[in-house]
């Protein structure tokens, strides 16, 4: 079974968050002679398995999601019957992210001979709430000893061209919810009320779209962007009481959440309100001249004969789990034009390709 029959494999089964469908099953005894982990909490089930092939320290992991998306509307054909047209497989995962499942599973399976220790860590729960998926597995690893040093994830990646980028760092996520008290009271009477929407309407062009920081050659600006704003009964005679207004900062490095705070405060003046934050996610970055990073863009450029960009841009993925443990780590798959879209789709070519990259980092490492 080649990467791309693997793929397919993989598609046909409905592992829609936080199902694997008995996937992990399959996939055990496929990488027969591999030492197998299993660590499930609440439906989420999890799975590690190594092979040590030499005494040398060096451990090289592989990790992803079999989890997918729901399906939604608008599909030609049954999301989880693999067709293949042309040079195109159809289904839901085949971006996201079950043809980068495929291609280093394929990759290791493989592989004779490697100076240290190869593994794959693979969730379930990486397009839920991320809450016991991979970042328990991490704790679990770390508990008994066998943290990788390195780490590939393999997301798709790829912007317009197979190989044209590799995500060396995400932006992390910051929410917040700003509540503003004011007086309920008739509209004909606005100086017996205090309307919470004139109040915060002069401050909302200092705040909304704002840049935290500058950015630098990893990330762009920490751009604070509102994301919802109500007030009201939906009446046109009754002036509001209260006004509630959501917000996300996907940060880089440079801020944090003491500093939206600091931001937050110095632009709202004397209004009565509270302020809520949290991170969902934090900021990452793996040097370029890490020696993951190194190896997997030799790697790319050998097999694609393309120099790909080094990128920050897009949501989250559990690449931000793994960096938090001192884990050089990197995000390399095919392109993303698809994901979580109906009809959602990836090339033979990529498949191949990316298996070819996944074979070749390895006997390089």
Not at 183 to 199: L, M, R, T, V
Not at 288 to 316: A, F, Q
């Amino acid at each position: 079974m080649n990467a791309v029959d693997l793929l397919l494999k993989l598609i046909s089964y409905r592992t829609i968050t936080p199902s694997e469908d008995g996937s992990f099953e399959f996939i055990k005894e496929y990488l027969d002679g591999f030492e197998v982990i299993c660590y499930d909490i609440n439906e989420v089930k999890n799975i590690f398995l190594t092979k040590k092939f030499s005494a040398d320290d060096t451990h090289l992991c592989f990790a992803g999601h079999i989890d997918v998306v729901p399906v939604g509307d608008g599909w030609s054909h049954d999301a989880f019957t693999p067709i293949v047209e042309k040079d195109r497989i159809f289904g839901r995962g085949a971006q996201d992210m079950k043809s980068g499942v495929a291609a280093f599973i394929s990759a290791v399976k493989d592989t004779n001979d490697f100076k240290g220790r190869l593994s794959i860590l693979l969730t379930s729960d990486e397009e839920g709430d991320a809450v016991y998926g991979t970042v328990e597995m991490l704790k679990h690893l770390k508990e008994i000893n066998l943290l990788p040093q390195f780490c590939i994830v393999a997301e798709p990646t790829c912007d317009k061209i197979f190989g044209d980028s590799i995500k060396i760092g995400r932006r992390g996520s910051i929410n917040g919810k700003i509540v503003i008290k004011g007086k309920q009271g008739h509209a004909a009477y606005p100086e017996k009320s205090i309307n919470p929407i004139h109040d915060i309407a002069p401050i909302l062009a200092n705040i909304a779209g704002i840049n935290l920081d500058d950015g630098d050659e990893y990330f762009s600006p920490s751009k604070l962007v509102i994301t919802d704003i109500r007030a009201g009964m939906e009446v046109t005679n009754v002036t509001p009481g209260e006004l509630k207004m959501m917000f996300n900062v996907r940060n880089s490095t440079k801020t944090d959440i003491d500093k939206v705070k600091t931001f937050i405060e110095s632009k709202m003046g004397g209004l009565d309100y509270t302020l809520e934050l949290s991170q969902s996610a934090k900021p990452f970055i793996t040097s370029m001249n890490s020696k993951l990073v190194k190896v997997l863009s030799e790697c790319i450029e050998d097999i694609c004969e393309i120099k790909p960009l080094y990128s920050t841009t897009g949501g989250t993925s559990d690449a931000r789990f793994v960096a938090e443990y001192g884990i050089e780590v990197a995000e390399f798959g095919v392109i993303n034009d698809t994901i979580h879209a109906p009809n959602e789709s990836t090339t033979i070519d990529e498949v191949e390709k990316l298996y070819a990259i996944f074979t070749k980092v390895i006997k390089n490492f």
